[in-house]
């Protein structure tokens, strides 16, 4: 079986058709990624696919299997299966597995870090060392969906199974930075208004600046883009709701355990930097849905 008269045949039919990439990739409701692979001989149609593929292109299976060999259409299925198969375990597949395995060696040496009372690591240390984990998730999957995963159904599960583990990985950091790495029983709480932000600027060196105005800042933008993202909390008014909801019953719960500082500044620039977030990120999505939907159609003028 010839993998490139099989991409051959899948780019003439297309075109002779008169429809783009993305065009069959959206009758197929697989990404236009994936037709891209099978047209460079790079990947081949998962075998679910023979039919719709066929049906599309108005050719019949065995000539997709290359019927020029004349062989009994079974035999076909059989060798293109393994064919396909093959394609599965090359090195992408390999290299996800490996960016899976590191991801979790640093998020567990992360938990020997925070939870040993004889090891000192520098805050930004632990910080790095769990972005890193997360990003060899989001790499491991945007590897394995660029290259293995082939319709639309599919690849947003495998985005959001990425999503589900750097959620679970950002909640822990969270927790251990809010709540269990604080000083215990310290009886104290503010309730004036930018009252510790105008203390800390005046008095504060460069580090307590970072931590305690940027990091409050910063911390909790991830938790809107989860919150739009991973639970599709896409309206204003209930991200600011919920934001403010999640900030307040942590400062409570720091009072009522004596857990840290209660403080109203913690609520005022956590609460903000997650609305920063959600308007900047928000506008990033628009202009990229204009800028894609512009492309789209320069790709059909041209086509």
Not at 11 to 30: D, S
């Amino acid at each position: 079986m010839d993998l490139s008269k099989i991409s051959n045949l899948l780019k003439q039919k297309r075109k002779e058709l008169g429809i783009t990439q993305e065009e069959l990739a959206q009758k197929l409701f697989v990404t236009e990624k994936a037709i891209s692979r099978w047209e460079t001989g790079r990947g081949t149609p998962d075998i679910s696919l023979l039919i719709p593929l066929s049906e599309v292109l108005n050719i019949e299976i065995s000539e997709l299997l290359n019927g020029e060999e004349n062989k009994n259409e079974v035999e076909q299925l059989i060798e293109y299966e393994k064919i396909n198969k093959s394609n599965k375990f090359n090195t992408h597949f390999k290299l996800t597995i490996l960016l899976y395995i590191l991801s979790i060696f640093l998020f567990l040496f992360y938990l020997r870090l925070e939870y040993n009372s004889s090891i000192e690591v520098n805050y930004f240390i632990r910080l790095l060392i769990m972005i890193m984990a997360s990003i060899c998730i989001i790499l491991g999957n945007k590897i394995y969906n660029d290259n293995y995963v082939e319709k639309i159904e599919d690849k947003k599960k495998v985005t959001k199974f990425s999503q589900i583990i750097v959620f679970i990985y950002y909640i822990i950091l969270l927790f251990n930075m809010v709540l269990f790495a604080r000083y215990h029983h310290i009886e104290s709480i503010n309730l004036i208004p930018l009252k510790t932000i105008i203390e800390i600027l005046k008095n504060g060196n460069l580090y307590s600046i970072i931590i305690n105005i940027f990091g409050n800042l910063f911390i909790f933008m991830p938790l809107e883009y989860f919150l739009m993202e991973l639970f599709k909390v896409k309206k204003f008014t209930m991200n600011f709701m919920l934001s403010l909801g999640i900030i307040s019953i942590i400062e409570i719960t720091q009072f009522i355990f004596q857990i840290g500082v209660a403080d109203v500044d913690d609520l005022i620039l956590c609460t903000s930097g997650m609305i920063i977030f959600y308007f900047i990120y928000n506008n990033m999505w628009k202009k990229y849905k204009i800028k894609k939907a512009k492309g789209v159609s320069t790709i059909k003028c041209d086509n």
